[in-house]
């Protein structure tokens, strides 16, 4: 790169989401693609983190939507019913927590973690600012700080300032 710059963020069309992805999905996927941290960190390695992300969240969107509204489930009688709620009928007629919680547990397991390396947290993006502000600088500045003579600037540090006959050390109390 001449002089040192460093490359600006992508610019162009935001990337379509994943096909079939719920309306609620498809409008996150927007608003994290319109995000500064997406134009500052987007690249093609990324993209595939980003695209497993938004498919672990339309997922857990669909486990939370059956557990909140029901699903449709064979009953003993054999005829469908609808199953809701944060209990269920077990193998065996016991109501049992609804196993989707497991799934939706699993999911944010791996969100959190794609979270991170996409810089969706605070704490990450806090990591790639810093790695962002540091590629901001030139070249050239980096080095002019490299080379400038730390002895030119005064010292804050009163202790630079003593000399040898003003230190006086006390003598232990026996």
């Not at 500052?40 to 969107?61: G, H, K, Q």
Request: charged residues 25%.
């Amino acid at each position: 790169m001449p002089g040192g710059d460093i490359p600006g963020p992508p610019t162009g069309p935001i990337p379509g989401p994943p096909t079939g992805l719920l309306a609620v999905t498809k409008d996150r996927w927007t608003v994290y693609f319109e995000s500064r941290i997406a134009k500052l960190s987007m690249d093609i390695d990324r993209i595939t983190a980003v695209r497993r992300l938004f498919t672990y969240y339309d997922e857990w969107e669909r486990c939370y939507r059956a557990v909140r509204h029901g699903v449709m489930a064979l009953g003993d009688d054999g005829k469908v019913k609808k199953v809701s709620g944060r209990l269920v009928p077990g193998s065996t007629g016991q109501m049992v927590l609804n196993p989707l919680y497991k799934q939706m547990g699993t999911l944010e397991g791996l969100i959190g973690g794609l979270e991170e390396k996409v810089g969706i947290t605070p704490l990450a993006r806090l990591k790639l600012g810093i790695t962002f502000g540091e590629a901001a600088r030139s070249l050239e500045e980096m080095n002019r700080q490299l080379d400038a003579d730390d002895d030119a600037e005064p010292h804050d540090d009163p202790r630079g300032d003593i000399g040898p006959s003003e230190i006086q050390l006390a003598a232990p109390n026996r």
